[in-house]
Every structure is written in structure tokens, then in C-alpha cells.
């Protein structure tokens, strides 16, 4: 079934109480996101994660490669609250009574998968979903009932609505003696997620999403501000948006190497690396880099377009070759959902929202990358100039 925003407030609500009475009822929780996750995705899965832990509840997030350096305040966080960080989750040494997965459009791209699909087909284990990606090549994953999936500007803002719910329960916090829900490290991790997937708001185009951005971001900002102390901490949104931005010396090297090869069509700014350049980056740099960079460089491409950045990049070779796509819209230019170019050409691996979106082709269905290329363009350029 392709997800789809809720249908009303009072049907989110009653998703959202669902999901309290799991916190408060059942114990051992494994934290789930997709492969590679970005800022949203372990913000998202951090935040959940300290909720469960105000119950005194035992979690799990799964986090098969090296993290961002980006994110290990994220991390240090985990080992601060006692949340379990498993390097590995190919051998999940207990059982538990719920999996949580965050930000992941469908069951096919959650980390390990083949290895926690067991656990999650296991009688008696609850799955919980909390996702901001719908339609497109989307696929429920949670149980029925327990699916927080709408539109969002993040996952990280559903997860921030679901703590200010549980804020207001103050019948339940009293007798689980929770004195501070909205913790300095809950609303870090929230905001992170919240600014880091929108580029601080400029990837957003619908007004609900405008809304619910600018009041989650002011609100949560706030409480950050109040609460930080020190002052080499995160202060603000700010300074957590300056982190974001940083890159090593090694990505900058990286980043030049793959803007070198930019090009442009009318609306697109786009790169095409080749199997031989693939070849020399693999060399100089690790995946973890290799793929902060080609986010930035999509984002870069756009924002110097107008309207659309695409990186293309071939991960593998032989019968086992992966074509991966990266495609960006410019903060200036929200005149078209990204994910339209997944239905309208009928991509099957790929998810994201309406101004980032990423997918991939096996490289045995394309013959010629150039050719496959130049037509996915010319088609983005018919689409754009029938919207305006």
C-alpha cells in the first residue's frame, strides 16, 4: 500500500495515544532507519529513543556503518542516556517486545534489513512507523494502527509532535516521575533532524509545511536557548545548522572533484561520474564521505541552476551495479514536487519529499548511462515546462 497523509487530526491523535500506551506498556525496543541515514534519520531515531528512555525502557538503535562525524553528538547522547548503539545487527542478542522505524519510505530500504526481518515478522512483535514520506514508490511498514505517517517537514517534526502530545499527559509523566520531557537533548536531536533534512526551511514548499516548520523550529529553539548553559554547546538553531555545514578537508577535496564535472541543461545542473572516476574516488575516499558529498553537491548544483540539481553515480560493478540517482530542488524554486519525476516515470526503487528525492536503476537494465541520462533530462525539462 503507498502511504498516504492521515486523514484527520482526530485519526493522528488517536495513532499518537497508540503509540504512548506501547511506550508505557512494553519494554525492549529496537530503533530502525534506512540505509545510510542522513540528519533526519538518526535525529528521528535519537528522539524516539530518549522518549522511551524517560520510561525507563530498554532501546536499541541499529547503526550497521560508521556514522557522520556530523552526528556524534547525536551518539554521544545515546551513551549518555544508557540507549544501546549496535555497531552490528546481524546478530540481535535478545528478543524485543517492539521495533521502531523511522524516516524509511519502505521495508526494502531499512538498515539490515535481511537480518532484523525475522525479529519483525516474529509473532507478538509490534512495529511502529514514523515517516514524513508519502506517495510516490512508498510502502506502509508499521502495524495498522501504529503508523504515524503524514505529511511532514521531517520525521523529526512528527516526533517532536508526538512528544508535545505526551507533554500534555501529565497524569502519566507524574506516575513514571518524568520531570522534564522536553529535555535540553530531546529537543537538540529533534531540531536537528527538523533544520538538517529542510536545509533550515528552504526545501519546503507547501504553507502547511511552512507552518509547521516555522512553529516547531521557534518552540523547540526557545527551550534550547533556556536550557544550554555552557557556552561551547549548541546554543541555538543556529549553531546546530553551522555544524551541519561543516566539511572536512577530505570532503572539500571530494566536493571539488565532483563539481569539476558539472553540467547544465535549461532547468538541471547536473554530474554524471564515470566508472573510471568512481574507480579513483573509491580509492581516496570511504562511502560515508563519498555520499555527505554527493548531497551537498546536488544541493550546490541546484541552488546554482535555479531550479534542479542531479548527481549520478554508478556503486558497483558487474551483474551486481547499482545506478544511483541524487536529485535537489533549489529553496528558491517550489513550483514542482520532486517526487512526481518517481510516478511519472515510473521508478520503482526510490522515496524522499517534494524537494529531495533519491532512487536507483540496476545498471544491467541501462545500456548506454550517457543516453539513459540525456533522455531522464530532456523528460524533467517536458515535465517542469508543463508545470510552469
Known amino acids: 500500500m503507498t502511504k498516504m497523509s492521515i486523514r484527520s487530526i482526530r485519526e493522528k491523535n488517536a495513532i499518537i495515544d497508540r503509540i504512548i500506551d506501547v511506550f508505557r506498556e512494553k519494554d525492549g525496543f529496537l530503533i530502525l532507519g534506512h540505509k545510510s541515514p542522513d540528519e533526519d534519520c538518526i535525529a528521528s531515531m535519537v528522539a524516539v529513543s530518549l522518549l522511551l528512555s524517560k520510561f525507563t525502557r530498554e532501546v536499541s538503535i541499529c547503526l550497521s556503518g560508521s556514522v557522520h562525524p556530523h552526528f556524534h553528538y547525536l551518539l554521544n547522547i545515546c551513551r549518555y542516556n544508557t540507549i544501546s548503539v549496535l555497531g552490528s545487527c546481524g546478530d540481535l542478542q535478545r528478543s524485543y517486545g517492539a521495533v521502531v522505524v523511522c524516516d524509511t519510505p519502505k521495508p526494502s530500504m531499512i538498515e539490515s534489513f535481511d537480518h532484523v526481518k525475522p525479529l519483525m515478522e516474529r509473532p507478538g512483535t509490534l512495529i511502529i512507523e514514523i515517516d514524513h514520506h508519502i506517495g510516490g514508490d512508498s510502502e506502509y511498514i508499521g502495524n495498522e494502527g501504529y503508523r504515524l505517517v503524514t505529511e511532514a517537514s521531517s520525521t523529526s517534526e512528527l516526533v517532536g509532535h508526538l512528544a508535545f502530545k505526551l507533554s500534555a499527559k501529565r497524569d502519566l509523566l507524574e506516575r513514571f516521575q518524568i520531570e522534564d520531557l522536553l529535555s535540553r537533548n530531546l529537543v537538540l536531536a529533534i531540531l536537528t533532524g527538523i533544520i538538517g533534512d529542510t536545509n533550515m526551511g528552504q526545501f519546503l514548499g507547501s504553507r502547511r509545511e511552512r507552518k509547521y516548520y516555522n512553529y516547531f523550529s ?69 562511502s560515508d564521505t563519498f555520499i555527505s558529498v554527493t548531497r551537498a553537491a546536488a544541493n550546490s548544483l541546484a541552488e546554482e541552476s535555479g531550479k534542479l540539481g542531479l548527481v549520478v553515480y554508478t556503486e558497483g560493478r558487474g551483474e551486481k551495479a547499482l545506478v ?65
Open 324 to 388: 544511483q540517482f541524487r536529485l535537489r530542488r533549489s529553496h528558491l524554486y517550489r513550483g514542482f514536487d520532486l517526487r512526481e519525476v518517481l510516478s511519472r516515470f515510473a521508478i520503482a526503487d526510490g522515496g524522499g519529499h517534494e524537494g529531495a528525492i533519491g532512487f536507483r536503476m540496476p545498471g544491467g537494465d541501462i545500456v548506454n548511462i550517457e543516453d539513459f541520462v540525456a533522455r531522464l533530462l530532456s523528460g524533467i525539462e517536458t515535465v517542469l515546462g508543463m508545470v510552469g
Open 218 to 286: 521557534t518552540v523547540l529553539n526557545r527551550i534550547l536557548i533556556a536550557k544550554t548553559v555552557k557556552a561551547t554547546n549548541f546554543a541555538n538553531i543556529e549553531d546546530i545548522f553551522t555544524e551541519l555545514q561543516k566539511h572536512s578537508s577530505k570532503e572539500e577535496k571530494c566536493f571539488d572533484f565532483v563539481m569539476s564535472r558539472k553540467r547544465f541543461t535549461a532547468s538541471v545542473g547536473f554530474v554524471l561520474l564515470t566508472d573510471d572516476e568512481m574507480d579513483a574516488l573509491r580509492k581516496n575516499y570511504d
